[in-house]
């Protein structure tokens, strides 16, 4: 007998007990959870062992495997302290709620090497844990900081609200990152960095969202039917920081929005918007708008030509440029810049270092000289027009290559992006989503 009750002691502290979550971290604040769980203490978590909530609480490095297909994983590790999940082909789908709920730690997701990794909320299911704060509002959620890093996938399907999200900081590290969101790709509180990884966010109603928005590397992909990249919030201060990274956007409202400032040192920003984004640009800020380096295209229906003299580099502007036509700016025979729109484009913008104000460049159109444009300083107009013959206008931006979603910006048959009237933004709830409930993957085609 007592060998029995040893083995059941055992038993307890791998795979946890049943509870109700409702502790007082040592913060002061409860998690007022009122949902059953299994606590678990072993470091390394078969999913495919449980149902229902599994609950990590204490700090440390666990590892997740297998498939929850009816539940979520809940920390609750105390505030401040450090909680790594490694994901290694872990498939978790929470029909009623997040897939991955931090309530109060500093979070760190590892994709592990070589693994595929998906997360599904309970979209039009889904049900607030903390109806008091309608948290959490995200596939994957932490209340705190936020890291995703390793070089592994991970599938987000976010058909209640916003994809990953941290109330925070959210960092993103590297990993090969797909996500479907009704709202927000990736949301950030106080700041939002991304230094690596390949991040695509197919659809969204706004890509990427927070306070600061800080770009040093990674690749990253996005279509929104609202803001491409959007600098928001509540306290009043926004940047958008870009000095590295290939950014690609296409997006039905203003491709990169800042309600404060955007700077650009460096990368390669490729950003395009929609027929129907009236009022949009393909740059916007309330305040300045600075270009001190990096290849920057931008346009569409609409450019926003940089307004701040302390914008150091240039840029030409072309009109009504054909899908397929490859543009390609030149002095002297060198050429300083290219891009081939895949759609028709009112204007294009091309932005790069050798592009400087005053100076004439030769615009070719598939490899024939079309026009000449003159470098332009911020808030000059725009004029010329591509038409059977191309004509370079004044002002406008430069440099690189076409966009890249997946290879390319989805063919729109020749015509100028539309992504018919913009709907608006969804409200508090979000709970009817564009997707069903569950782990149905949302089209990845531009949002209409």
């Avoid at 590892?110 to 596939?139: F, H, I, Q, R, S």
């Amino acid at each position: 007998m007592k060998k029995l009750i040893g083995i059941l002691l055992v038993a307890l502290l791998l795979t946890g007990c049943a509870a109700t979550n409702a502790a007082t971290g040592d913060d002061g604040e409860s998690d007022n959870i009122d949902v059953p769980t299994t606590v678990v203490t072993s470091k390394n978590i078969d999913l495919s062992t449980f149902s229902g909530t599994v609950e990590i609480a204490n700090a440390g490095t666990y590892t997740l495997t297998g498939t929850l297909s009816d539940g979520g994983v809940l920390v609750t590790a105390p505030k401040d302290t450090d909680v790594t999940l490694i994901l290694s082909n872990a498939d978790i789908t929470n029909g009623t709620g997040a897939a991955i709920y931090a309530t109060k730690c500093n979070l760190t997701v590892t994709l592990a090497d070589g693994t595929a990794n998906t997360l599904t909320d309970g979209g039009a299911n889904y049900v607030y844990a903390k109806t008091d704060k309608e948290e959490p509002c995200a596939a994957l959620f932490a209340k705190n900081n936020m890291t995703v890093n390793g070089t592994g996938a991970l599938t987000v399907n976010a058909g209640f609200r916003n994809g990953i999200h941290a109330k925070d900081d959210l960092v993103i590290d590297g990993g090969v990152i797909t996500v479907y969101a009704v709202k927000k790709g990736l949301k950030g509180g106080d700041t939002l960095t991304v230094n690596g990884g390949d991040i695509n966010i197919t659809q969204s109603y706004e890509g990427i969202e927070s306070e600061t928005v800080t770009i040093t590397g990674g690749k990253i992909n996005i279509v929104s039917s609202d803001d491409g990249i959007n600098a928001a919030g509540e306290s009043g201060t926004y940047t958008i920081n870009i000095s590295g990274g290939d950014i690609s956007i296409l997006a039905g409202g203003d491709g990169l929005d800042s309600n404060g400032a955007l700077n650009i040192s460096g990368g390669r920003v490729v950003s395009i918007i929609g027929e129907n984004s009236h009022g949009d640009e393909a740059l916007d800020a309330d305040g300045s708008i600075n270009i001190t380096g990096g290849t920057v295209i931008f346009g569409g229906v609409s450019t926003g030509i940089p307004s701040s003299t302390a914008s150091t580099q240039s840029y030409v502007v072309v009109q009504n440029a054909a899908a397929g036509a490859e543009i390609t700016v030149r002095s002297d025979g060198a050429v300083l810049a290219s891009y081939t729109p895949n759609a028709a484009l009112r204007y294009v913008a091309i932005s790069a270092p050798a592009i400087t104000a005053g100076t004439s460049y030769d615009i070719y159109v598939n490899g024939v000289l079309s026009a000449t444009a003159t470098g332009g300083v911020g808030g000059t107009g725009m004029g010329g027009g591509f038409g059977d013959r191309p004509n370079g206008g004044n002002g406008g931006f430069g440099g690189g290559t076409r966009p890249d979603f997946n290879g390319e910006i989805p063919d729109f048959n020749g015509e100028t992006p539309d992504f018919g009237d913009r709907p608006a933004p969804p409200d508090g709830n979000f709970g009817g989503g564009t997707r069903n409930g569950r782990g149905e993957p949302i089209p990845s085609a531009p949002p209409v």
